[in-house]
Structures are given as C-alpha cells and as structure tokens.
C-alpha cells in the first residue's frame, strides 16, 4: 500500500507513518511539506491513499482541499487537521474529502478513521455530528417509516461504509443500495451522505 502525506510540520511527519503501518501493516509512506509538490507526486506515483493537512504553506482552509480534488476527483483523501470546528469540518466534506481526522485525535481513533476512508468509506468526526445546543430527541429506526433493508443499509451508512461494501454485506446490486440510500435521504430531509450521518446523530436515531 502507498500512502502520500502531505504536511509540512515535522512532528507529524513522523507521527502519520507510525499510525499508517499500525493501520495497514507494510506501507510505503512518501512525505511532501507543500500542495504543489504533493500533487506532482501523486500524479508521478499514484497511491493508494491521501493525508492532507489543510494548514500548508499559501492555502486557506479548505482551499488545500478543493485545489488537490481538482487535479485527481477519484482519489480517497484523509483530512488531517488542527481545527476541529464544524463549519471547517462540514466545508472540507463537501470539498470531496473522504474523512476528517481532528489532529487532536487519539491514535486509535486515527488508525480506526483512515481503515474506514481505506475501505471506501467515510469518517465524520463527532465534532461534526453534535450541534451545540441542539435539542435531541431519541427516535428508532422503525419510526423514519424505512423497511427492513432500507433500515440495514442506513445502519451501514452510518459506519462510514461506500456502497460498494454495503452491497457486499448485504449481498445485494450496488444499484440497490443507491436505491435505498436515495429512499433515506428522502426520509432524513437530506441530500448526502455527511448530512446523513449529521441528520441521525442529532435525531438521536437508535440503531437496535
């Protein structure tokens, strides 16, 4: 597996590594300390998963984000970042970043968040899920009027997994799972997967 890191700070580019191969195993880790250089590296080299951090030399925010999704839309990309704030979070989903690790993280939340984005999923870190001072009311799955499978399916989507894995567990067409997921969003009030996972959390949604 080759994994691209993309931060310029030292610490990190000593940490991320040590997480990665306790995530993965035997991994091949290319480091880069600016946007530029780690997209002329990606495209030289791809591999097999980003690590971007969005506090690099001359990029604001999500602007990291946005510029390196321009070059390559397909390639799963890991947020890794010091800010923590929802609108920061929720700004870098949208950007197409496949998770949000807070810096700030435990290294076993790191490694569990870039196994999930590995996989073809997508991790939202609670950060993003909990809105401050937002009444929740605990309501079950049953109550959202879904069926059985349309159940199972959001029950999957809220671990992060992509349709593909969900197919797979469930032993069904992909084209399914787009069906149901499309079915879900309707019943949430939302349009994406992120808004998904932030419409159930605050709904308090219990998932037994």
């Not at 590594?17 to 991994?27: D, I, N, Q, R, S």
């Not at 950007?95 to 993280?105: E, L, M, Q, R, V």
């Not at 349709?163 to 949430?188: C, G, M, S, Y």
Request: aromatic share 4%; with cysteine.
């Amino acid at each position: 597996m080759r994994v691209l890191v993309i931060d310029d700070h030292p610490l990190i580019q000593e940490i991320v590594p040590a997480v990665l191969v306790k995530a993965f195993g035997e991994v091949v880790v290319d480091t880069q300390s600016t946007l530029e250089a780690g997209i002329e590296r990606a495209a030289a080299e791809p591999p097999d998963l980003v690590v971007l951090d969005l506090g690099l030399p001359g990029c604001d925010g999500i602007d990291a984000m946005s510029r390196f999704r321009m070059h390559f839309p397909q390639m799963p990309v890991a947020v890794l970042s010091a800010r923590c704030d929802r609108e920061a979070i929720l700004g870098v989903l949208d950007a197409g970043a496949s998770g949000y690790i807070p810096k700030t993280s435990k290294p076993d939340v790191m490694i569990a968040a870039l196994r999930v984005i590995e996989a073809g999923g997508t991790y939202v870190p609670p950060e993003a899920l909990d809105e401050p001072g937002a009444p929740r009311a605990r309501r079950r799955l049953g109550r959202l009027d879904l069926t059985d499978r349309q159940q199972a399916v959001l029950r999957l989507i809220l671990k992060g997994y992509s349709n593909e894995r969900i197919a797979a567990e469930l032993a069904i067409a992909p084209n399914t799972v787009k069906q149901h997921a499309h079915a879900i969003f309707v019943a949430l009030g939302v349009s994406t997967r992120t808004e998904a996972m932030i419409a159930a959390r605050q709904q308090g949604i219990a998932l037994g």
